[in-house]
């Protein structure tokens, strides 16, 4: 596959993970009674919105230029490609705390779908020699690793107090 079509399978991959994780996130808004957790829930379905405009722009310069656009606006952290997220294995939570499905439940999927969004832009970094394109996934990677903490933060917390962060 050429580097082209490489680009344009890990950026259409992406935009279906935020798609989804978009729609995921708006209806645990709906879903969610606590105001802390629903605050949580709509930040991170704004931040969707913000990855999904950035993979479009990017569809669009490959097709127009053939080529990643760094876009001027992003820091682009420092990030170990190494690094592996690891969401709680939910059966020994429930066994653990007994709840009933909910709240857990949406945080435990929601830890799963960041999780496949980094190792996704992990892997399209380190597979592009394009600079742009490396620093746009490591963005990426940077932005999902921190919803993935966010994210465990407020698991642990429900797990352990019953509460929200």
Not at 25 to 48: H, I, N, P, W
Not at 52 to 74: C, F, N, T, W
């Amino acid at each position: 596959m050429t580097d082209k079509g490489k680009a344009y399978t890990a950026l259409s991959r992406a935009l279906k993970l935020e798609q989804d994780g978009l729609r995921f996130y708006l209806r645990a808004v709906r879903q969610t009674a606590d105001e802390k957790g629903r605050a949580m829930f709509k930040s991170l379905a704004d931040d969707e919105r913000m990855h999904l405009d950035m993979i479009k722009r990017q569809l669009h310069a490959l097709g127009a230029e053939g080529s990643y656009v760094l876009l001027p606006d992003i820091d682009v952290p420092d990030i170990d490609l190494e690094e592996k997220l690891f969401p709680p294995e939910r059966e020994q939570v429930e066994a653990k705390i007994g709840m009933e499905p909910g709240e857990l439940d949406a945080l435990h999927l929601a830890l799963d779908n960041e999780n496949k969004s980094y190792a996704l832009y992990v892997a399209a970094a380190q597979e592009t020699d394009d600079e742009a394109g490396k620093q746009i996934y490591l963005w990426l990677a940077d932005a999902e690793r921190t919803h993935f903490n966010l994210l465990m933060s407020n698991y642990t917390s429900l797990v352990s107090t019953g509460g929200w962060v």
